[in-house]
């Protein structure tokens, strides 16, 4: 949803907003969805919607900026040797063979090697460049379609999903978001803003579990909790939610839609499904392939949940401020530790999907919010601050040896299933400097064009929310990219 007439609002390229300025604005933004009426679907009888390629879908997300010179797109290749110029090291890791013939990928992701003759692979993926490039302000973008902020709460695109084509086991949360702690991090509030149903209400927000391992926990009803005692807890809530400060700034719709969710949840909680959150009811076989950490235990958990009726799950390697893919300095071996939690357990949820006849109406994606490099921060001619915390102009430690700085001008996503092609390559980066995308550019709402397009959802979906038309990607002009389809 675009509001012309509050441009300083949605400015895309403010550099000099601060991080308060920002929390402000997007918390505003909630506010005022909050207080707002139900969503209103618009012109229904005049979209019309694909046929689903796929029923689920599965987001793999590598938060803090995935370098794709160091994964699914290498490049020339040096290694590690004081004095060499930081301008001639543009991947840290040689390439290797996979299952497609002709096409490699980073050393380290054998196991990924060996599924990607089951996927399609863009090499193409762009984002703009929005001055001050911050992690929680890309991540928003990537994950609704919609820069932020907006004037009202934009959904993510698993709220998209859970909204549009309802649950596929009424159950069973249409949308779980799995490894991302909401709490005692770096920029909590920021990745709430996307972590959400938005205007959508309570309903279609996800069930987070950080830990999939306690996932169980999340879901065993408390001693004592029958019947009689929910039914008490639920009268005594809608009280509470009539009465309250908070509760008298929600609209009737965001107040039952916070009801529904309870109702749900307790469902859930009374329900046999809630076995498929137990990790310790897996074959510790099947276990021990998948358990290289927290994430690796994740995408057992979306496979088992896939598998009982979810319709949108995003597991993440989480989030947090210089850590993990967010590499600052010390790049190289980062990302010896990241290959080695990420390599078995994609290629095993992969291979597992595809054993139990799952694959074909199950997407999986495989993205980040951007892309990283040795030299450039956003795109050459950017006016983004410097970001790096190694700075030099030759390797003199190992600490320097690595993708530092953020780059939008190219990333990779891969996608499997969902009908998408099998050994496929789309798009392609410069093999030199800069390593901007130079064929088939593809755009965050292209890119979510195709995703709901695989999911039978029409990209120009529109409600009308305060009057005002917001459309599933972004003014509807979303269009996907057919050359990605079996």
Request: charged share 25%.
């Given at each position: 949803?675009?509001?012309?007439?509050?441009?300083?609002?949605?400015?895309?390229?403010?550099?000099?907003?601060?991080?308060?300025?920002?929390?402000?604005?997007?918390?505003a933004g909630s506010a005022f969805t909050l207080a707002g009426g139900a969503p209103l679907l618009r012109a229904e009888d005049e979209v019309e919607h694909p046929a689903a390629r796929a029923d689920s879908c599965i987001l793999i997300w590598m938060a803090g900026g995935m370098a794709s010179p160091e994964t699914f797109d290498p490049k020339a290749y040096l290694p590690f040797e004081v004095g060499t110029p930081v301008e001639k090291i543009i991947s840290t890791f040689p390439a290797i063979d996979t299952s497609v013939d002709g096409l490699?990928?980073?050393?380290?992701?054998?196991?990924?090697?060996?599924?990607?003759?089951?996927?399609?692979?863009?090499?193409?993926?762009?984002?703009?460049?929005?001055?001050?490039?911050?992690?929680?302000?890309?991540?928003?973008?990537?994950?609704?379609?919609?820069?932020?902020?907006?004037?009202?709460?934009?959904?993510?695109?698993?709220?998209?999903?859970?909204?549009?084509?309802?649950?596929?086991?009424?159950?069973?949360?249409?949308?779980?978001?799995?490894?991302?702690?909401?709490?005692?991090?770096?920029?909590?509030?920021?990745?709430?803003?996307?972590?959400?149903?938005?205007?959508?209400?309570?309903?279609?927000?996800?069930?987070?579990?950080?830990?999939?391992?306690?996932?169980?926990?999340?879901?065993?009803?408390?001693?004592?909790?029958?019947?009689?005692?929910?039914?008490?807890?639920?009268?005594?809530?809608?009280?509470?939610?009539?009465?309250?400060?908070?509760?008298?700034?929600?609209?009737?719709?965001?107040?039952?839609?916070?009801?529904?969710?309870?109702?749900?949840?307790?469902?859930?909680?009374?329900?046999?499904?809630?076995?498929?959150?137990?990790?310790?009811?897996?074959?510790?076989?099947?276990?021990?392939?998948?358990?290289?950490?927290?994430?690796?235990?994740?995408?057992?958990?979306?496979?088992?949940?896939?598998?009982?009726?979810?319709?949108?799950?995003?597991?993440?390697?989480?989030?947090?401020?210089?850590?993990?893919?967010?590499?600052?300095?010390?790049?190289?071996?980062?990302?010896?530790?990241?290959?080695?939690?990420?390599?078995?357990?994609?290629?095993?949820?992969?291979?597992?999907?595809?054993?139990?006849?799952?694959?074909?109406?199950?997407?999986?994606?495989?993205?980040?919010?951007?892309?990283?490099?040795?030299?450039?921060?956003?795109?050459?001619?950017?006016?983004?601050?410097?970001?790096?915390?190694?700075?030099?102009?030759?390797?003199?430690?190992?600490?320097?040896?690595?993708?530092?700085?953020?780059?939008?001008?190219?990333?990779?996503?891969?996608?499997?299933?969902?009908?998408?092609?099998?050994?496929?390559?789309?798009?392609?980066?410069?093999?030199?400097?800069?390593?901007?995308?130079?064929?088939?550019?593809?755009?965050?709402?292209?890119?979510?064009?195709?995703?709901?397009?695989?999911?039978?959802?029409?990209?120009?979906?529109?409600?009308?929310?305060?009057?005002?038309?917001?459309?599933?990607?972004?003014?509807?002009?979303?269009?996907?990219?057919?050359?990605?389809?079996?």
């Open positions: 949803m675009s509001d012309r007439n509050s441009s300083d609002w949605l400015d895309a390229s403010r550099p000099d907003w601060s991080r308060r300025e920002f929390l402000r604005r997007l918390a490699q990928i980073s050393a380290g992701l054998p196991e990924i090697a060996k599924v990607m003759d089951r996927g399609t692979l863009i090499r193409s993926h762009v984002q703009p460049d929005l001055g001050s490039i911050l992690h929680s302000r890309h991540q928003y973008h990537w994950h609704t379609g919609y820069v932020p902020p907006q004037t009202v709460a934009a959904p993510h695109i698993g709220a998209w999903m859970a909204k549009v084509l309802g649950p596929r086991n009424e159950v069973m949360p249409p949308f779980i978001n799995i490894g991302q702690r909401l709490e005692g991090i770096g920029e909590s509030q920021e990745i709430k803003a996307f972590t959400t149903g938005g205007f959508f209400g309570s309903e279609f927000a996800p069930f987070n579990l950080p830990y999939p391992e306690k996932a169980a926990e999340a879901v065993r009803p408390p001693d004592g909790m029958g019947p009689d005692r929910f039914a008490r807890r639920y009268r005594a809530l809608k009280q509470m939610l009539e009465h309250s400060p908070k509760g008298e700034g929600l609209s009737d719709y965001h107040q039952e839609s916070m009801l529904r969710s309870l109702d749900a949840a307790h469902r859930l909680l009374g329900s046999p499904k809630r076995q498929a959150f137990d990790l310790a009811r897996e074959k510790p076989e099947i276990l021990e392939e998948y358990d290289t950490g927290r994430f690796g235990r994740g995408c057992l958990l979306a496979r088992r949940l896939v598998e009982e009726g979810a319709r949108f799950v995003e597991v993440t390697t989480e989030y947090v401020p210089f850590l993990h893919w967010d590499t600052h300095e010390n790049g190289h071996k980062t990302y010896e530790r990241l290959h080695a939690e990420i390599d078995r357990p994609i290629a095993r949820l992969i291979r597992d999907l595809e054993e139990r006849g799952m694959l074909d109406r199950t997407l999986v994606v495989i993205a980040s919010e951007f892309s990283r490099d040795m030299m450039i921060e956003g795109v050459p001619g950017s006016t983004a601050k410097d970001q790096s915390r190694a700075k030099t102009d030759v390797i003199k430690e190992m600490k320097h040896y690595g993708l530092h700085r953020h780059f939008t001008g190219g990333s990779s996503v891969a996608m499997f299933g969902g009908g998408m092609k099998k050994g496929f390559v789309y798009g392609r980066t410069a093999d030199e400097r800069p390593c901007l995308a130079v064929e088939n550019p593809v755009s965050i709402t292209d890119l979510h064009a195709s995703l709901f397009t695989a999911m039978g959802i029409s990209p120009k979906t529109v409600f009308d929310i305060e009057r005002r038309p917001f459309y599933a990607t972004e003014d509807g002009k979303g269009k996907a990219v057919m050359d990605l389809f079996a």
